[in-house]
């Protein structure tokens, strides 16, 4: 079926994104592969092409699109490409942004929006904790208030671009007797005293990109690094994570479309028993239901793609739309490797490093028991 969420102008930037993978990101896959980072200079490729500040007004540097479609868009053609690139670019520029620019006062913004639209300064979110990701209310890294400064100790772990990023926006306890209430977000700056990053963690997949722990030992940074109001960041976290999530749901729709399709040439191309693999009843069968499940994914999502560009997605069905996307994308993906056969385990396919990365989606951003567990309370369950 046709997609109709997209128009000309739309389109005419999918182009623009699609020649900036093939000129600028295809050419440093497999640099990107053994550093496990996306190397500074592409950063500021991207942020010259307009792709890093789609979020941020243009009197900002930004391209102040006001689409949410756009975002889509840059999302769709870069996890093409790869699912970990498009991650490290999505907390950037999808995640970050909206944080300083909705919560940010104008001295933040003019510090700090330009050179996350230029790719100067790289971008990470701090939620998790080695204590625990889910249960978000439960933090423990500390703020203290000390005359006109706060005082910031403990760390996160799992950040992604947590090795490489200039600023971290980074969610802290500045109340322990309030639960969620208590909790407020600050800007951490690299290079300050008692801010330091773990090595790149070694993960199963997603290979391409940085993600490090973040420790903060005695972290001295002054209230105009505090982002919105005292007691307010897990609203203000819960406010923005649909966003998150839906970006992540075209992703995973996007990602395992992109290999289905690899996939299913590879089937017209192999052959056993004297005839293509792709021609046997069984894996015609199989191919089918695989594009069946993509296209009628990637109907949902797009309804959400839309829904959120008018503001109006809610945070259950953007739940509905990540959980089921990645579901759908590993389901798919493991079908691809066995219609590959012994190469589909080789790290050298394609296939297999997208099957290694697909996993983690049902991981991150909210758990696909926690997406469960949102869509079950909105049922009164
Ligand atoms: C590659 C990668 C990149 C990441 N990037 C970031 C990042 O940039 N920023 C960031 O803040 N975090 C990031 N994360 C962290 C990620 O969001 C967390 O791993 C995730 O939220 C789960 O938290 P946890 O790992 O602590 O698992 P836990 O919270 O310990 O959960 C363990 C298991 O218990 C299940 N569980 C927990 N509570 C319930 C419940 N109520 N009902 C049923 N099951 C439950 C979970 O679903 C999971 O299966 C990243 C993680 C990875 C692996």
């Not at 590879?266 to 052959?271: A, G, I, L, S, V």
Request: charged share 25%; glycine share 10%.
């Amino acid at each position: 079926m046709p997609r109709n969420i997209y128009s000309e102008d739309h389109e005419a930037f999918r182009a623009s994104v699609r020649e900036f993978v093939e000129r600028t990101l295809e050419p440093r896959a497999e640099e990107m592969i053994r550093e496990h980072v996306i190397p500074r200079d592409i950063w500021q490729e991207a942020g010259k092409q307009g792709f890093l500040g789609l979020d941020i007004p243009e009197e900002l540097g930004g391209a102040g699109a006001g689409d949410y479609r756009f975002n889509a868009v840059f999302a769709e053609e870069v996890s093409g490409f790869t699912a970990a690139v498009s991650s490290c670019f999505g907390i950037h520029a999808d995640v970050c942004p909206p944080y300083i620019v909705d919560l940010g006062t104008e001295e933040q913004k003019q510090r700090w929006l330009p050179g996350i639209a230029s790719g100067e300064l790289i971008c990470s979110i701090g939620m998790t904790e080695p204590s625990g990701g889910s249960d978000l209310a439960a933090l423990k890294t500390t703020a203290v208030r000390d005359g006109e400064d706060w005082v910031i100790n403990g760390s996160k772990t799992f950040i992604t671009n947590g090795h490489q990023c200039d600023l971290a926006i980074v969610a802290v306890r500045t109340d322990p007797s309030k639960g969620a209430k208590g909790i407020t977000l600050f800007v951490l700056e690299a290079g300050t005293e008692g801010f330091t990053k773990g090595n790149k963690l070694d993960k199963v997949g997603q290979v391409e990109s940085d993600t490090s722990e973040l420790f903060f030992d005695n972290v001295r940074v002054p209230d105009a690094n505090r982002l919105g109001p005292e007691g307010q960041g897990f609203i203000a976290m819960m406010q923005r994570l649909p966003q998150e999530r839906i970006g992540a749901a075209v992703s995973n729709v996007a990602h395992a479309a992109k290999i289905l399709e690899e996939t299913i040439e590879y089937t017209k191309e192999r052959k056993a028993f004297g005839q293509a693999i792709g021609s046997f009843q069984h894996n015609k069968f199989k191919i089918a239901e695989l594009v069946t499940r993509i296209e009628v994914t990637q109907a949902y999502v797009d309804d959400c793609v839309a829904a959120h560009a008018e503001g109006r997605l809610t945070p259950v069905d953007a739940a509905k739309a990540k959980w089921f996307s990645a579901q759908v994308q590993n389901d798919v993906l493991d079908e691809c490797v066995q219609l590959y056969g012994g190469y589909g385990f080789m790290n050298e396919y394609r296939v297999a490093r997208a099957w290694r990365d697909a996993r983690v989606t049902k991981i991150w951003a909210g758990s696909n028991e926690i997406m469960k567990e949102l869509i079950g309370r909105d049922l009164g369950l």
